[in-house]
């Protein structure tokens, strides 16, 4: 069973910095994403970033592209968000989650589609202040 551990939300004030980790673990399976999503109170889950276990691809979503870097460290088996510039607007709860077997390699990961997502964590929390 796949299990991942997110952590490192915290408050931050607007042009600030946090980084993100997501611990994963329990994989028998190779071809795989690993993705971040958020939820803000009252909206709907977004889609952040992924990144690809196959090639290391990264994908971004347009509202946080160019000011948060998505990378893996395949030894601690953990994946990083590193989120600067942030704006009250980036504010929400953040997940990570894994992919179903199989995605890995799919162009479809570019729209970080949350449907072929299966496994996940629970969510760290964002806050930043104006």
């Known amino acids: 069973e796949v299990q991942l551990q997110a952590s490192g939300g915290g408050l931050v004030q607007a042009g600030g910095s946090l980084r993100l980790s997501c611990a994963a673990s329990?994989?028998?399976?190779?071809?795989?994403?690993i993705g971040w999503f958020r939820q803000a109170p009252g909206k709907e889950r977004e889609g952040v970033s992924c990144i690809s276990s196959s090639d290391g691809s990264t994908y971004y979503a347009a509202s946080v592209k160019g000011r948060f870097t998505i990378s893996s460290d395949n030894a601690k088996n953990t994946v990083y968000l590193q989120m600067n510039s942030l704006q009250p607007e980036d504010t929400a709860v953040y997940y990570c989650?894994?992919?179903?077997?199989?995605?890995?390699?799919?162009?479809?990961?570019?729209?970080?589609?949350?449907?072929?997502?299966?496994?996940w964590g629970q969510g760290t929390l964002v806050t930043v202040s104006s």
């Open positions: 989650a894994a992919s179903k077997p199989g995605w890995g390699s799919s162009g479809i990961l570019s729209l970080i589609p949350h449907g072929i997502f299966g496994s």
């Open positions: 329990g994989f028998t399976y190779d071809d795989y994403a």
